[in-house]
């Protein structure tokens, strides 16, 4: 009878280690992609509240975030000239830089719960002659290119290789993530 109350006992404290290592790790997904219009953010993702918010964003920080340059030739270098305007940053600085073609949109999605666990994140997009695409680099303030004077061109953004209008999904976590990538030999 001692026996058996000894091995109750035991596994009674030992069951609620082994329920937490059965139990399923949320998983977060950031959901982010490269839009050319609110219409287009929200044929990709449904969500067209979402983009609204962001597109609204991305066109706030578009001013301060801009590659800066003293004329419209040095900016028709980089970029098409009908892009190439006449801007104001928010601390009231005007000069040129290529206009905001599109906008970057990320959320995190916690699959567990199925909600949003967070408001979209936005940044500009410019688009180059070569039709390629930049949003501004991390750091500074915020990731904005404020600090960056005129003439300072394209020194504040960080170049990506986004296609536009397509939602890309990356999972992050889950239960047994860290152990999918390993190799094990047999023996």
């Known amino acids: 009878m001692k026996r058996s109350r000894t091995t109750a006992l035991l596994l009674m404290s030992a069951a609620p280690l082994l329920f937490t290592a059965c139990q399923k790790e949320e ?8 839009y050319t219009s609110v219409e287009a953010c929200s044929e990709a993702t449904g969500d067209p509240s979402s983009c609204r918010q962001a597109f609204a964003t991305a066109q706030q920080q578009s001013a301060d975030a801009a590659p800066k340059y003293a004329s419209k030739e040095e900016c028709a270098k980089e970029y098409p000239a009908e892009q190439c305007v006449q801007q104001q940053t928010s ?40 039709n390629g695409w930049a949003k501004p680099a991390p750091g500074g303030s915020g990731g904005l290119n404020t600090g960056s004077g005129i003439g300072a061109g394209k ?22 993530s860290r152990s999918g990538g390993r190799n094990s030999v047999g023996g």
Request: charged letters at 10%; hydrophobic letters at 45%.
């Open 27 to 34: 998983t977060v997904q950031v959901k982010e992609g490269l």
């Open 91 to 130: 601390a009231g600085t005007s000069f040129i830089g290529p206009m905001m073609m599109g906008f970057f949109m990320s959320q995190m999605l916690n699959s567990g719960r199925g909600a949003v666990a967070a408001p979209p994140a936005s940044q500009p997009a410019f688009r180059d002659k070569a």
């Open 155 to 176: 020194a504040g953004l960080a170049p990506v290789t986004s296609q536009p209008n397509r939602a890309v999904t990356a999972s992050r976590g889950g239960f047994g």
